[in-house]
């Protein structure tokens, strides 16, 4: 697919998915407000509902109530007669009572509107408890069979003039009086919803006592949406609302219950309503659809604007891509035309730039191999020459191009250094593209000249890796000849500084042992006489004992080339006389950096032994660096203060010339940082060393009245710091 169609797909699918976004939040907010705004409009209904239901009741309580203040309902003297005849015309002025009667406190029927059942009992004796106690009640809702309708009881007790309780008035109502209140909550016509929403007025027990789509369950069935209602009820209290889903979709359930008006306590009746949320969000979800269909309307057209657009834009890219193409196969020359100034053209001007800094990079690279003085040689899958540098086949003897594409072990690896054949399987160098392993630093090898002469090298093998593919290696090697040479002389040198030493203290303590002799001898000789024949052994005793001393004079002139010669000296001088011996030492595969204080440091030191010491340490760090690495010798002006003897348990307080040798090496543990001083010890195989570097340099410094100390940690390097006192530059005058 072409960068234009990419660019127009990528358009048109951020369009459309912004799009999106922007529909979902405005279809989720409809949703939301207009779930709000139903709610609280069936809430707001519901409550006035039954505020309304309870105002009517409290209003006709209150009705009976004041009719048991009559003078003929309170009169103990009035016949059953009288008593009919006002009730009969307070049922003609209120007209929503109907059967009123009057019981006295057995539930004795006194008079009644009908004019039958008189002298029976009250049914109800439940409710009768409420009398007994002297209090009015409403009694709940029920189906009258005498009336064939349902209906509400009022009761109200009647008090004498003494205000003794002694009468009952109970009047009955027809409950399609209430019906009216509960059906004007059913209408909200602003949301056109009204034939969808279910409201059912139910008692405390849930039984029916209206519903506007259920006329067959009023007083028989408890409402299918009581159980929910109980535990809104249980948790929300006198209202509330909650949203209910079921398996055929969700519903907005609100209720309000009868909370009485003012003295009023009322039934515990409570008003239900629920309306599916298809029907309250049906606004929000055709708004949706609409958006939606604008939005593929939109996309139809922006497709092809946008691709014509992103064909104009990706041209220049095109021409890019095609001179990076050129670029790949080796064109080097090519170049991209710049056809205008903005970020397009800027680019342009920048791979041009690329190209030519890239063709530059190539060619010194090139010139870098080739002059590198280290030999390199890169090889294939097969061990066969893919690239010679003119280091690498001058060691070796060879022209370049006649190495290329020979075979390297058979060529210059092809035996061992006691002239015994070396497998191609055993081959380090092999490991490289064998098993993708980078071979440490190989010291102890020697490849082989085309005269049939072998030198030692140091070498290392890298595998070469393309598209996470090993493809071949790539071998390193240096000449190492001359190293080896050093390393044995110096040696040597040890050795023979270790035989002196040990020479030297024998002879001085044999010395003194000869000295009590000779003086012992003497003593005798004084005591004997001339002609004694014993003084004959006191003769031989004194000749032996001068060839024995003439012996340990011999020995000690021996030990004197270990006899420091002091004279005051300046050690940045010291370093740099030795730079050029201590670069042989270290090779090429390290790099030598000083760091001198610009200050002359004046010590009294014997300038032969301070060479001997930075020997030492640089032989030190080659061992300790086998892949490479870096030596810095650095210098400046320490001060010891009592704070740093007591830190660091030695030293005098004074100016000191600080001389600080680091090496980028293997490093040290702590077992081994604590013997390093001693002689003879080393860490090398048997043959390797002879132990006595360190410590040469330990007690070199001893003698110069100086401290040496060393930090190290495994894989960070090893850094030793060696303190020598400076002298004034006035006492170097005098």
Same mark, same amino acid.
């Given at each position: 697919m072409k960068f234009a169609a990419k660019l127009a797909i990528l358009f048109s699918g951020i369009f459309l998915i912004l799009g999106v976004i922007v529909s979902y939040f405005i279809y989720t907010s409809n949703i939301k407000s207009l779930e709000e705004q139903i709610t609280d409009k069936l809430e707001?209904?519901?409550?006035?509902?039954?505020?309304?239901?309870?105002?009517?009741?409290?209003?006709?309580?209150?009705?009976?109530?004041?009719?048991?203040?009559?003078?003929?309902?309170?009169?103990?003297?009035?016949?059953?007669?009288?008593?009919?005849?006002?009730?009969?015309?307070?049922?003609k002025n209120y007209k929503v009572f109907v059967y009123m009667s009057l019981f006295d406190l057995n539930r004795l029927r006194i008079a009644d509107t009908s004019g039958k059942n008189i002298g029976k009992q009250h049914p109800f004796t439940e409710y009768w408890q409420e009398i007994a106690e002297g209090n009015d009640f409403v009694m709940d809702a029920y189906m009258?069979?005498?009336?064939?309708?349902?209906?509400?009881?009022?009761?109200?007790v009647v008090k004498d003039e003494k205000g003794f309780p002694f009468r009952v008035i109970v009047s009955r109502m027809s409950i399609e009086n209430l019906y009216g209140i509960i059906k004007h909550a059913v209408g909200i016509h602003e949301f056109e919803?009204?034939?969808?929403? *279910? &409201?059912?007025?139910?008692? %405390?027990?849930? !039984?029916?006592?209206? @519903?506007?789509?259920?006329? $067959?369950g009023i007083f028989k069935e408890i409402a299918p949406d009581w159980e929910i209602t109980k535990k809104f009820i249980a948790t929300e209290g006198k209202i509330g609302s909650q949203k209910h889903y079921h398996s055929e979709g969700g519903e907005i359930y609100t209720f309000v219950r009868e909370h009485g008006y003012l003295d009023f306590k009322g039934?515990?009746?409570?008003?239900?309503?629920?309306?599916p949320t298809k029907v309250i969000f049906q606004p929000a979800v055709e708004l949706r659809n609409r958006m939606i269909i604008i939005l593929l309307v939109i996309g139809a057209f922006a497709f092809p604007v946008v691709y014509l657009f992103s064909r104009?834009?990706?041209?220049?890219?095109?021409?890019?891509?095609?001179?990076?193409?050129?670029?790949?196969?080796?064109?080097?020359?090519? *170049? &991209?035309?710049?056809?205008? %100034?903005?970020? !397009?053209?800027?680019? @342009?001007?920048?791979?041009? $730039?690329?190209?030519?800094?890239?063709?530059?990079?190539?060619?010194?690279?090139?010139?870098?191999?080739?002059?590198?003085?280290?030999?390199?040689?890169?090889?294939?899958?097969?061990?066969?020459?893919?690239?010679?540098?003119?280091?690498?086949?001058?060691?070796?003897?060879?022209?370049?191009?006649?190495?290329?594409?020979?075979?390297?072990?058979?060529?210059?690896?092809?035996?061992?250094?006691?002239?015994?054949?070396?497998p191609e399987e055993e081959c380090p160098i092999y490991d490289a593209f064998r098993k993708g392993s980078v071979n440490q630093r190989v010291r102890d090898e020697v490849f082989w000249r085309k005269d049939g002469t072998s030198f030692p090298v140091a070498y290392t093998s890298t595998p070469i890796i393309e598209d996470d593919r090993i493809v071949g290696a790539v071998v390193t090697f240096t000449d190492i000849t001359e190293r080896k040479n050093l390393e044995q002389q110096f040696r040597q040198a040890q050795k023979m500084e270790a035989v002196g030493r040990l020479t030297g203290g024998i002879a001085h303590d044999f010395n003194n042992t000869l000295q009590i002799i000779m003086s012992i001898g003497g003593l005798l000789q004084l005591k004997i006489k001339e002609d004694d024949p014993l003084r004959e052994y006191i003769?031989?005793?004194?000749?032996?004992?001068?060839?024995?001393?003439?012996?340990?004079?011999?020995?000690?002139?021996?030990?004197?080339?270990?006899?420091?010669?002091?004279?005051?000296?300046?050690?940045?001088?010291i370093i740099k006389n030795a730079e050029k011996l201590l670069s042989r030492i270290i090779g090429e595969d390290i790099e030598l950096k000083t760091e001198l204080s610009d200050k002359d440091l004046i010590v009294i030191a014997d300038s032969g032994q301070i060479e001997q010491v930075l020997m030492n340490l640089a032989t030190n760090s080659w061992d300790a660096m086998p892949e490479g690495g870096e030596l810095i010798i650095e210098t400046g002006i320490m001060e010891m203060d009592e704070e740093f003897v007591k830190t660091h348990g030695y030293g005098k307080t004074g100016e000191y010339a600080l001389m600080a040798v680091t090496d980028t090496g293997l490093g040290m543990d702590e077992g081994t940082k604590e013997?390093?001083?001693?002689?003879?010890?080393?860490?090398?195989?048997?043959?390797?060393?002879?132990?006595?570097?360190?410590?040469?340099?330990?007690?070199?410094i001893k003698q110069h009245d100086g401290y040496i100390n060393v930090y190290s940690e495994v894989g960070r390097g090893t850094t030793f710091r060696i303190y020598l006192p400076l002298i004034k530059r006035e006492v170097l005058n005098k």
């Amino acid at each position: 697919m072409k960068f234009a169609a990419k660019l127009a797909i990528l358009f048109s699918g951020i369009f459309l998915i912004l799009g999106v976004i922007v529909s979902y939040f405005i279809y989720t907010s409809n949703i939301k407000s207009l779930e709000e705004q139903i709610t609280d409009k069936l809430e707001e209904q519901a409550f006035h509902a039954m505020d309304k239901l309870d105002r009517m009741l409290f209003e006709k309580s209150a009705n009976i109530k004041m009719l048991t203040t009559d003078p003929v309902i309170m009169s103990r003297d009035s016949t059953p007669k009288q008593i009919t005849e006002k009730l009969k015309t307070f049922e003609k002025n209120y007209k929503v009572f109907v059967y009123m009667s009057l019981f006295d406190l057995n539930r004795l029927r006194i008079a009644d509107t009908s004019g039958k059942n008189i002298g029976k009992q009250h049914p109800f004796t439940e409710y009768w408890q409420e009398i007994a106690e002297g209090n009015d009640f409403v009694m709940d809702a029920y189906m009258s069979g005498a009336l064939q309708e349902a209906v509400i009881y009022f009761a109200a007790v009647v008090k004498d003039e003494k205000g003794f309780p002694f009468r009952v008035i109970v009047s009955r109502m027809s409950i399609e009086n209430l019906y009216g209140i509960i059906k004007h909550a059913v209408g909200i016509h602003e949301f056109e919803i009204e034939k969808t929403l *279910k &409201v059912n007025l139910v008692n %405390k027990n849930g !039984i029916l006592l209206y @519903s506007n789509y259920n006329k $067959k369950g009023i007083f028989k069935e408890i409402a299918p949406d009581w159980e929910i209602t109980k535990k809104f009820i249980a948790t929300e209290g006198k209202i509330g609302s909650q949203k209910h889903y079921h398996s055929e979709g969700g519903e907005i359930y609100t209720f309000v219950r009868e909370h009485g008006y003012l003295d009023f306590k009322g039934n515990d009746w409570t008003l239900i309503s629920h309306l599916p949320t298809k029907v309250i969000f049906q606004p929000a979800v055709e708004l949706r659809n609409r958006m939606i269909i604008i939005l593929l309307v939109i996309g139809a057209f922006a497709f092809p604007v946008v691709y014509l657009f992103s064909r104009k834009v990706s041209e220049p890219i095109t021409k890019l891509q095609n001179a990076a193409v050129e670029i790949g196969r080796g064109n080097l020359d090519v *170049k &991209v035309e710049i056809s205008s %100034k903005d970020e !397009i053209g800027q680019l @342009s001007a920048f791979f041009n $730039k690329m190209a030519l800094d890239l063709k530059k990079h190539i060619q010194q690279n090139d010139l870098i191999l080739k002059s590198a003085g280290e030999g390199i040689l890169g090889l294939d899958l097969d061990g066969k020459h893919t690239f010679v540098n003119p280091a690498a086949a001058k060691m070796l003897g060879y022209k370049v191009r006649e190495l290329l594409g020979k075979h390297s072990h058979s060529i210059w690896h092809h035996t061992k250094e006691d002239g015994s054949p070396y497998p191609e399987e055993e081959c380090p160098i092999y490991d490289a593209f064998r098993k993708g392993s980078v071979n440490q630093r190989v010291r102890d090898e020697v490849f082989w000249r085309k005269d049939g002469t072998s030198f030692p090298v140091a070498y290392t093998s890298t595998p070469i890796i393309e598209d996470d593919r090993i493809v071949g290696a790539v071998v390193t090697f240096t000449d190492i000849t001359e190293r080896k040479n050093l390393e044995q002389q110096f040696r040597q040198a040890q050795k023979m500084e270790a035989v002196g030493r040990l020479t030297g203290g024998i002879a001085h303590d044999f010395n003194n042992t000869l000295q009590i002799i000779m003086s012992i001898g003497g003593l005798l000789q004084l005591k004997i006489k001339e002609d004694d024949p014993l003084r004959e052994y006191i003769n031989d005793l004194f000749a032996v004992t001068s060839r024995a001393a003439n012996l340990t004079k011999s020995l000690l002139a021996f030990s004197r080339k270990q006899i420091l010669n002091p004279m005051p000296v300046n050690l940045n001088d010291i370093i740099k006389n030795a730079e050029k011996l201590l670069s042989r030492i270290i090779g090429e595969d390290i790099e030598l950096k000083t760091e001198l204080s610009d200050k002359d440091l004046i010590v009294i030191a014997d300038s032969g032994q301070i060479e001997q010491v930075l020997m030492n340490l640089a032989t030190n760090s080659w061992d300790a660096m086998p892949e490479g690495g870096e030596l810095i010798i650095e210098t400046g002006i320490m001060e010891m203060d009592e704070e740093f003897v007591k830190t660091h348990g030695y030293g005098k307080t004074g100016e000191y010339a600080l001389m600080a040798v680091t090496d980028t090496g293997l490093g040290m543990d702590e077992g081994t940082k604590e013997k390093i001083f001693e002689p003879f010890f080393t860490t090398k195989e048997v043959g390797k060393g002879t132990g006595l570097g360190l410590s040469t340099v330990y007690g070199i410094i001893k003698q110069h009245d100086g401290y040496i100390n060393v930090y190290s940690e495994v894989g960070r390097g090893t850094t030793f710091r060696i303190y020598l006192p400076l002298i004034k530059r006035e006492v170097l005058n005098k």
